[in-house]
DNA sequence: GCCGTTTTCGGCCCGACTGTTTTCAGTCG
């Protein structure tokens, strides 16, 4: 069992206990621990046999017992208790926005509503109007809810499907007759959200690979088996289809099964015009086939450059002279946006610049929160002036590196930014963020993201449109307007890596590049391991067709502080 | 449930917002 899924249980029991009108310091008491024991760096099992867990902050003597059984035994009787308490599908209406275990509780005692589809159902009744607390307009939101809900479900975020797809190549690299693999599908493509897992192997002994795939760790059920393909679902509920083709089909199959769909049949189209068939066993002139080692000798075939799987969307690859020298991982030189324990971050600044330097990165922007956000230990002026200080002090520590003074500054309902303008002007760079009022009219909202725009101490626009994926739309916004005001006053807007919103997203990302607009790549990183988040920022940027030029920390230090106007 | 101590209990972040009801509960960040 990996702290990932310890903090999941953690965070499920929280939410347990939430049902149980347990004290709310006790729920809380759970997510701590969740936080603190996903944020570890130090490998589980030994703090466990060394029984060390309490010394961490956040975990006392009674989470450390449960941790323990949880990683001796891989379960929790504790937690399997309360989960008895409760039906499924009453927790999982949590999953409904702006529904929580009270109300969840609720229809569930009153009414014996226990899934999803009866609460929908009980609404379009008009059923619920009975209970106390529930009006017309609470059955309206609950509706919308479940809509939205039912849009996304099936779906996972880039960031949970990568690791696991990895992990399973790894397994697949161990069988002895397999000779090529790789991740095929959207999430070779680095989508956002991904529904399965797709997988792609060459070999001579097809049965083979797939008998020892479906031994792999986390499989579950075995959905489908046929001659070449394998359908399995982990413990997770996350669907993994692995392809078995031939060593020599491999290429067409791995250009086949990578899409998108939409860039399949533009690639089809391109060949029929030249006379040729394209398909997944091969790219064939009459009957002959055209031999191809890769994917780069397939598209040379078709009288195309190699297309990155990031570009292959239909959105004019194919009609690109010279497909653009995407930036990569090696093309950032530091990052902005990061959190440390100042405000909601859970490492230091030491500890947090020490991690970015061991990434290869040379300089790291500090963010912390303004004081608007109190539920994040938000800075005013004089805790600000503090921190500098403290980075003062630091920065006198490497020659290599440097910690770069800023703030993410909450843009206020009326446009303004959180700070006074003598502290803005000290610092080195500021992000201006909305985290409050997300219920303003598109008009309203966009004048006061504008205005800040506007501001002269603002120099890069956060997470954009605040949308989290998977779970909440982003408020409504003008990003033409947005973008167009961001160029006139030459100011950056931010590519969020964070895994869940990846904001701006790739289309608009390209919008700006087109009009001009500088992005930055920012992790958002709560803690040293957030900072490695940047691989799905240049994942997103690589899909936005995004070169080292249009993007502010590919840049070295001296350049970066003269854009910044330091 | 954790933590610190004025150490075996009491404090732990709390304001904004919504939809309800008319003073509050639930949700969210």
């Known amino acids: 069992m990996n702290t990932g899924q310890i903090a999941q249980i953690l965070d499920a029991i929280a939410l347990l206990l939430e049902f149980k009108d347990e004290n709310p310091f006790k729920i809380r008491a759970y997510q701590n621990a969740a936080r603190a024991i996903e944020s570890l760096t130090s490998d589980i099992s030994t703090l466990v046999a060394e029984k060390k867990l309490s010394e961490i902050p956040g975990i006392g003597k009674a989470i450390e017992e449960k941790i323990t059984q949880l990683v001796m035994t891989g379960k929790l009787d504790y937690y399997e208790e309360l989960r008895k308490e409760i039906p499924e599908g009453v927790v999982a209406m949590c999953e409904i926005p702006s529904f929580g275990p009270k109300k969840a509780r609720l229809v569930w005692k009153e009414l014996g509503i226990t899934t999803i589809e009866a609460l929908r159902k009980a609404c379009l009744e ?240 500090l963010s912390d929160h303004s004081k608007a956000a109190s539920y994040a230990n938000g800075l005013d002026e004089t805790r600000l002036t503090l ?11 490497w020659k290599d590196f440097r910690i770069l003074k800023g703030l993410e500054c909450d843009i206020l309902p009326n446009g303004d930014l959180d700070l006074t303008p003598e502290i803005l002007g000290k610092l080195e760079f500021v992000i201006g963020s909305v985290h409050s009022r997300f219920d303003m009219s598109e008009k309203e909202m966009t004048d006061r993201v504008c205005k800040a725009i506007a501001n002269e101490h603002f120099d890069i626009l956060g997470h954009a449109t605040g949308r989290l994926l998977l779970s909440r739309e982003g408020y409504k916004l003008d990003l033409g307007r947005v973008l167009e005001t961001a160029r006139k006053h030459r100011k950056i807007v931010e590519l969020n890596a964070y895994p869940n919103r990846l904001d701006l997203d790739w289309i608009h990302c390209r919008r700006a590049k087109e009009l001009g607009v500088m992005l930055s790549i920012n992790p958002d990183a709560h803690s040293t391991a957030d900072l490695e988040n940047i691989e799905y920022g240049v994942a997103t940027a690589r899909r936005a067709w995004l070169e080292k030029k249009d993007v502010l920390n590919t840049r070295d230090l001296n350049e970066v502080l003269e854009i910044l106007d330091v």
């Open 126 to 365: 008009d059923k619920l109007s009975s209970l106390k607390g529930f009006g017309e307009k609470t059955q309206k939101k609950i509706l919308q809810g479940i809509e939205f809900h039912q849009q996304h479900a099936g779906q996972y975020l880039l960031s949970d499907a990568m690791p696991v797809a990895r992990r399973l190549l790894a397994h697949l690299k161990e069988c002895g007759t397999v000779h090529r693999v790789s991740i095929a599908g959207s999430l070779r493509r680095w989508k956002e959200t991904v529904k399965d897992i797709d997988l792609l192997a060459s070999a001579t002994d097809a049965a083979q690979v797939m008998d020892h795939f479906v031994k792999a760790e986390g499989v579950s059920e075995i959905i489908g088996r046929g001659d070449t393909k394998t359908s399995v679902r982990l413990a997770s509920g996350m669907q993994v289809d692995l392809r078995v083709v031939t060593e020599a089909q491999f290429p067409y199959a791995l250009a086949y099964f990578t899409g998108s769909k939409e860039h399949n049949v533009a690639v089809r189209q391109a060949a029929q015009k030249k006379g040729l068939k394209v398909n997944e066993y091969g790219i064939f002139d009459g009957s002959k086939l055209i031999e191809c080692k890769d994917e780069a000798a397939f598209y040379q075939a078709l009288g195309f450059p190699y297309i990155p799987p990031e570009m292959r969307e239909n959105t004019g690859e194919l009609d690109y002279n010279a497909i653009p020298q995407l930036l990569d991982f090696q093309s950032l030189k530091g990052v902005f946006h990061t959190h440390s324990t100042w405000s909601d971050g859970t490492a230091g600044i030491e500890a947090m610049a020490e991690k970015a330097r061991s990434m290869g990165l040379r300089y790291m922007g």
């Open 387 to 397: 921190q500098m200080k403290e980075i003062d002090k630091l920065n006198k520590k």
